[in-house]
């Protein structure tokens, strides 16, 4: 059996850290297990082993601030004239669009 004496290093917005490794401890998984078997499965696969894509939908931080603030105005607008749905029928529209 060989030492486990690499050491990797990661730079993450500690309330992502905090969230991820919550969830890791539900399922009683340590950080370093979980990296050892990611890049178990980088060498099985030779890929990243899940799908790395562009979302279709508008992200914030692809939008200058003048689009964004043009879709939120539109939103509030839609949203004072009452062109809205109530929430659990957009998320039953969410959740059949999934």
């Given at each position: 059996?060989?030492?486990?004496?690499?050491?990797?290093?990661?730079?993450?917005?500690?309330?992502?850290?905090?969230?991820?490794?919550?969830?890791?401890?539900?399922?009683?998984?340590?950080?370093?297990?979980?990296?050892?078997?990611?890049?178990?499965?980088?060498?099985?696969?030779?890929?990243?082993?899940?799908?790395?894509?562009?979302?279709?939908?508008?992200?914030?931080?692809?939008?200058?601030?003048?689009?964004?603030?043009?879709?939120?105005?539109?939103?509030?607008?839609?949203?004072?004239a009452?062109?809205?749905?109530?929430l659990?029928?957009?998320?039953?529209?969410?959740?059949?669009?999934?």
């Amino acid at each position: 059996m060989s030492n486990k004496t690499a050491n990797v290093t990661a730079r993450v917005q500690p309330e992502i850290k905090q969230q991820a490794e919550s969830v890791l401890d539900r399922l009683g998984i340590p950080v370093s297990v979980l990296i050892d078997s990611l890049y178990r499965q980088i060498i099985m696969t030779n890929s990243i082993p899940y799908s790395l894509s562009i979302p279709a939908i508008p992200t914030a931080d692809a939008m200058s601030k003048a689009d964004f603030d043009a879709m939120m105005g539109k939103g509030l607008a839609q949203a004072k004239a009452g062109e809205g749905l109530e929430l659990d029928d957009a998320f039953a529209k969410i959740n059949a669009s999934i």
